[in-house]
């Protein structure tokens, strides 16, 4: 163990140094409480000896620092003192030391304290270690619960949680924000010639070439199957509609082999629909999702392997978007 003995008199120094170096601990001196508080916040003191009155910064009044300021690795207190006053020693075990010792000390005295000293220092350190490993867990836990496994993206359960914060901030703040709704072109055939097992490599693929391409605020998604997602916060239609033409590039130039597509070019290609949030919207989210799906079904029906935008407010039907061919159901 490090161990700082604080005490003005040079005797008892002397005498509680001999004791902590004869049972083989590190020992440091410090001759005032001043000092020896300098030492506690920079040295890595496991146990402090000290005196009750010294200069600079008395003994209760040096626990008390330690006990309120010191936010590392527990410090054993074992206060010494010349008082014999019962109230005395209450004193100083509420202002947080964890023993005494009265003056003069004895060796045995000192030495058994330490023993003690050592247990608990050791036990805390352990309690340490385990709530370290127990936090490291539980967030490795809450990413595992927001990433999907097999693309490592984040997974619908984050993407709803993330969309529902933007638009908050969004109604609040005042601002824009987009979103872009990715489906994998002609995917139900790659499975029939490939097989479910390469399907799912493809998609892996495909969600690396999502975060090669993604750019700082910008945030992506497994949505669900072959279906991907990009929300843009702060983002304006047309900087929505290149960072989807950005993504469509990348999955394109990554020539991931798809025999069985009926129509040229024979690789992997993803079709989006791109839509905007626009300050005074009634929409939710929901419907922000619907009218991205319906610009995805119509870059589908114009041939695949392209990016379609539909505006925020179309043909000033502000209250909410038209009847979809398909519907897109949050998850709960």
Not at 74 to 85: A, F, K
Not at 94 to 111: C, E, M, T, Y
Not at 211 to 229: D, S, T, W
């Amino acid at each position: 163990m490090r161990i700082l003995i604080a005490d003005d008199d040079a005797t008892s120094r002397l005498l509680l140094k001999a004791v902590v170096t004869k049972m083989e601990h590190e020992c440091l001196v410090a001759t005032d409480g001043t000092s020896a508080w300098e030492m506690l916040t920079s040295e890595g003191i496991d146990v402090l000896l000290t005196d009750w009155m010294m200069p600079g910064v008395n003994g209760p009044d040096l626990c008390r620092r330690v006990r309120d300021e010191q936010s590392g690795g527990y410090v054993y207190i074992v206060l010494i003192t010349g008082l014999h006053h019962p109230e005395q020693v209450l004193e100083g075990m509420g202002a947080g030391a964890d023993d005494f010792l009265i003056k003069p000390v004895d060796p045995f005295s000192v030495q058994t304290r330490l023993i003690a000293a050592k247990r608990v220092t050791e036990l805390h350190r352990q309690v340490a270690e385990f709530r370290a490993q127990l936090e490291a867990a539980n967030v490795e836990a809450t990413q595992r619960s927001l990433t999907d496994a097999l693309t490592g993206l984040g997974n619908r359960r984050r993407m709803e949680e993330d969309l529902a914060g933007v638009h908050a901030k969004a109604i609040r703040a005042g601002r824009t924000f987009a979103v872009t709704l990715f489906d994998v072109d002609h995917f139900k055939l790659y499975n029939d010639h490939y097989g479910h097992l390469a399907g799912d490599e493809a998609l892996r693929q495909v969600a690396q070439c999502f975060k090669m391409a993604v750019r700082a605020g910008e945030r992506a998604y497994r949505y669900g199957g072959e279906e991907f997602l990009l929300l843009l916060p702060d983002c304006s239609m047309e900087s929505a509609r290149l960072a989807a033409e950005r993504i469509r590039r990348t999955v394109a130039s990554s020539v991931i082999p798809h025999d069985a597509r009926p129509t040229p070019p024979p690789v992997v290609t993803i079709s989006g629909g791109v839509t905007c949030w626009m300050p005074g919207s009634p929409w939710s989210t929901s419907d922000l999702l619907l009218r991205a799906d319906e610009a995805l079904f119509a870059a589908k029906s114009a041939g695949r392997n392209r990016i379609h935008v539909v505006p925020a407010f179309p043909d000033d039907e502000r209250a909410c978007p038209p009847v979809l061919s398909r519907q897109i159901e949050l998850g709960t």
